[in-house]
């Protein structure tokens, strides 16, 4: 990789921006620090998931295999039957289902797939909303393909249009990044949303890559899935989803997922295993196997998660209105500038928050549209975060003060 493509790979990840920025600065207020910047579930996973891994111990001893096994492969199968109502024939579970050592690793992969497929045919470009989850740009840079950023502002409810996208950008294009619920915002996208973009991608022959790790919790009605769009279009030709134990279960360490959809390119997935990836280890499958079995953990999971969003809509929405997501555990707040609330909240507070700029592009516009925002991750016990979610809105209130700048919550508006 040149060295221009080096340095384009590091503006794309926000993490080593935020260090840089808290770098040399001093967490204040004598609180201890408490890190709402990474989307990692602070939970433990259920107790039967663990004693599963302890009980399948003589299986570290066998390199896995890189499709799993047929139990692991018909839970995912259930499990995707069960939440959005597909037929049980639709996903034949021996060749549309892989397990991956976690998604982002999986999302990552499938950009090195799409955009050699595609780039023969001169479609090189990786379309992703913005702003957008990191990985998608550095796999399409390291891919050798071209990050295309799609508008996802509050005109759009934070997802891209896909009637606004050019003719020219679609043939261009390998593969589309679709999140819902979305990262940052909690955007849920439509089962419309999920057929206009499965029309596209099947006139102009680009890959889709729907990233539905958050999408077990949610505030209302659950989230529609990209799979049922497939299913009412008749295949899943055009379509993968990416799904993770790592929200679902609260389970971040595992790096266990599956991806499901069309065969072809869960052929070729696999093969990006069997040369360079990580297959999941059979004691992981195991609990895994258990987990997308089991909806109790699930259900307590997104409770807490309410309780922590009733917090916040106590603590803040007398600042920003409406700051409850639809999904996911983000608040995705309109500080006026991102980088100084960052700042402030971690000098004052001892909070680390994500600055939204550090997550999005400058646009045809000329700015970058996450710059007025911070990204919050409610990934604490709620007794733990009700303390910091006054703090934030004590901090955040004093800006507003010494600033004039009205705050207003996106969803608000």
């Known amino acids: 990789m040149n060295q221009d493509r080096v340095e384009s790979l590091a503006q794309f990840h926000p993490f080593t921006r935020l260090n840089k920025l808290l770098e040399g600065v001093q967490s204040g207020g004598g609180n201890t620090p408490l890190l709402l910047s990474l989307g990692e579930p602070q939970f ?68 090195l797939s799409a955009v050699a497929r595609g780039a023969p045919k001169g479609k090189g470009k990786v379309l992703m909303a913005n702003p957008f989850y990191h990985t998608y740009a550095g796999a399409a840079v390291v891919a050798g393909g071209e990050p295309a950023f799609l508008p996802a502002g509050p005109e759009t409810s934070f997802l891209p249009d896909p009637d606004a996208v050019p003719a020219d950008l679609l043939r261009e294009a390998a593969m589309v990044y679709l999140c819902s619920p979305a990262n940052p915002q909690g955007s ?12 596209l991608a099947r006139q102009y022959d680009f890959l889709i890559a729907a990233d539905e790790c958050y999408a077990e919790i949610y505030t209302d009605a659950p989230p529609p899935g990209a799979i049922e769009a497939a299913q009412a ?55 895994s196997t258990l987990l997308w079995s ?15 969003f009733d917090l916040a809509e106590k603590a803040l929405g007398p600042i920003f209105g409406k700051v409850k997501p639809g999904g996911g555990f983000f608040l995705w707040l ?80």
């Open 294 to 308: 089991d909806e109790e953990h699930v259900t307590a999971n997104r409770v807490r998660y309410q309780a922590s």
């Open 188 to 199: 849920v996208a439509s089962a419309e949303f999920w057929q206009r973009w499965l029309k």
């Open 233 to 287: 279009s008749g295949s899943c030709d055009n379509l993968l989803v990416f799904h993770s134990l790592s929200k679902r279960s609260s389970a971040p360490g595992m790096r266990s997922g599956f991806v499901a959809g069309d065969a072809r390119y869960i052929s070729r997935q696999a093969q990006l295993i069997n040369y360079g990836g990580v297959a999941v280890p059979l004691p992981v499958l195991a609990a």
């Open 44 to 111: 433990q996973p259920p107790s039967f998931a663990t004693d599963a891994i302890a009980n399948a111990k003589e299986m570290w001893a066998k390199y896995p295999p890189t499709l799993g096994n047929a139990e692991f492969r018909n839970a995912v199968r259930n499990w995707l039957v069960r939440r959005y109502g597909i037929e049980p024939g639709f996903v034949d579970p021996e060749r549309m289902i892989v397990p991956v050592s976690g998604t982002r690793e999986a999302l990552f992969h499938i950009a």
């Open 334 to 413: 309109d500080v006026g500038d991102g980088e100084k609330a960052a700042l402030e909240l971690w000098r004052q507070a001892a909070i680390k928050v994500l600055p939204g700029g550090y997550m999005a592009r400058v646009d045809a516009t000329g700015r970058n549209p996450g710059a007025p925002y911070i990204r919050v991750a409610l990934v604490y016990e709620p007794a733990q975060l009700a303390g910091a979610l006054e703090r934030m809105a004590g901090v955040l209130k004093s800006l507003v003060d010494a600033g004039g700048h009205k705050l207003a919550s996106a969803r608000g508006r």
